[in-house]
Every structure is written in structure tokens, then in C-alpha cells.
């Protein structure tokens, strides 16, 4: 069982629905979450960064962790073709541990 | 402010050679950690330099080696280049420390495509 999973997808949504993205974790010990975004070929883009348990919003971007569970989601709110991407969770024990990266899921927003 | 940059944005190489990659953290950041991405998967951690040495390090062989300089940029050379070898090499830059705190946030360049034939 790998540490992080998530459903590679691809996700296929019409423009304005909302979206959720999750990641499934095996090691109770993490607790530093991070959700990135990245376009074809580009570097990854931090979209949000939530320390332990508990929501976190930005904009049309919520950010959920449940620790007791070993899930994280992501919700984007009136999605847009721009946010069509592949979206990366990330997660670590502690201060200065590195990041253990999920493998992404596909998401293509539809006009 | 000049965000990650990394150089070259595409290498091809043979088997067997050699390759240099490089890396200029986002202003103010004084950590660096390079990544490796395949297709279709996530990034994989390779190692990560602070004060010029080698802090953490994945689970890469030692043909992977690195070098942060006292400007804070920072190279990825890997030696003896085998066909899985090819993937996007990711460098990604952070604070290590911020108001006595640790800063967590990582960020990303573009990466250097790098096929190997």
C-alpha cells in the first residue's frame, strides 16, 4: 500500500460545478497538508497549506482535513476550465520532514 | 520577485552520460529540494540542501548527487544515465525557518524535462 493515494481520475465536470478532490493516507503521523496544482509540463502551483486538522478556505478553494479518518479533500467552488489541471496532494510528519506526494488526479472542467 | 528558476527547461542525453542541472531558489528562501516526477506520477523526493549541506535524502541512488552554493542556488548532477532516468526534475525552494518558526510552504519551478535515449 502506497503512503498516499488518490483516484488518478481523469474527473470530468461541466464549468460551474463543484468539485471535490481527495487523498487517502496510510502513516497517522502526518500532520503538515499542502494541495497543489500543475498544468501540463509546469511545475506544481501550492494552492493550500493546512497544519493539522480542521477547514481551511481561499477563496473558491476549501481545504478539509480529517486526521481521525486519514482523508483530505479539496472542494473548488464554480469550477472553471482554467482549473482543469492535475491536482497533487502533499503531506509530512514534521518541521523540516520532506513531503510525500500523492500521485495526482486529472480534473478537465467543461465549458 | 523572481519566483524558482531552473535551467535548462529541456536536456536529452544517452545512456551513460552524464548531466548537470540547475537551480535559483525564490528570493528570500535559503532550502532547496529537488524532485523527480515521472509521467503520470507524483513528485518523489530526492534530497534537500540547507547551509550548503545535505540535510534529507530520499531513497535515490548515489549516482544522484547535489551542491547548494552560499548564494543558496543550488545543482542536481546525475551520473551513469539510465532510460529511467527520464522524467521532469523538479526543484523546489522554502524557508527552512521563519520568525523563529518553521516555514513548511514549498515552491516550485518549472523543472527541467530531461530524456534520456
Known amino acids: 500500500q502506497k503512503e498516499v493515494e488518490q483516484d488518478p481520475g481523469p474527473l470530468s465536470v461541466p464549468e460551474g460545478a463543484i468539485v471535490s478532490l481527495n487523498c487517502t493516507y496510510s502513516?497517522?503521523?502526518?500532520?503538515?497538508f499542502m494541495w497543489y496544482r500543475q498544468y501540463s509540463r509546469k511545475g506544481p502551483e501550492l494552492l493550500m497549506y493546512?497544519?493539522?486538522?480542521g477547514n481551511k478556505e481561499d477563496g473558491r478553494f476549501t481545504a478539509q482535513v480529517d486526521k481521525s479518518s486519514k482523508y483530505i479533500s479539496l472542494f473548488i467552488r464554480d469550477s472553471q476550465p482554467s482549473d482543469s489541471a492535475t491536482y497533487l496532494c502533499?503531506?509530512?510528519?514534521?518541521?523540516?520532514?520532506?513531503?510525500?506526494f500523492g500521485p495526482g488526479t486529472r480534473l478537465s472542467v467543461l465549458p | 520577485d523572481a519566483g524558482v528558476t531552473q535551467s535548462p527547461t529541456h536536456l536529452i542525453k544517452t545512456r551513460g552520460q552524464q548531466v548537470t542541472l540547475r537551480c535559483s531558489p525564490k528570493?528570500?528562501?535559503?532550502?532547496v529540494s529537488w524532485y523527480q516526477q515521472a509521467l503520470g506520477q507524483g513528485p518523489q523526493f530526492i534530497f534537500q540542501?540547507?547551509?550548503?549541506?545535505?540535510?534529507q535524502r530520499g531513497n535515490f541512488p548515489d549516482r544522484f548527487s547535489g551542491h547548494q552554493f552560499p548564494n543558496y542556488s543550488s545543482e542536481l548532477n546525475v551520473n551513469a544515465l539510465l532510460l529511467g532516468d527520464s522524467a521532469l526534475y523538479l526543484c523546489?525552494?522554502?524557508?527552512?525557518?521563519?520568525?523563529?518558526?518553521?516555514?513548511?510552504?514549498?515552491?516550485f519551478g518549472s523543472g527541467t524535462q530531461l530524456s534520456v535515449l
Open positions: 528570493s528570500g528562501h535559503d532550502t
Open positions: 502533499a503531506m509530512k510528519r514534521g518541521a523540516g520532514q520532506n513531503f510525500v
Open positions: 523546489a525552494s522554502s524557508l527552512l525557518f521563519s520568525l523563529g518558526q518553521p516555514n513548511e510552504k514549498l515552491f
Open positions: 540542501y540547507y547551509e550548503e549541506e545535505e540535510r
Open positions: 493546512t497544519y493539522s486538522s
Open positions: 502513516n497517522s503521523a502526518f500532520q503538515y
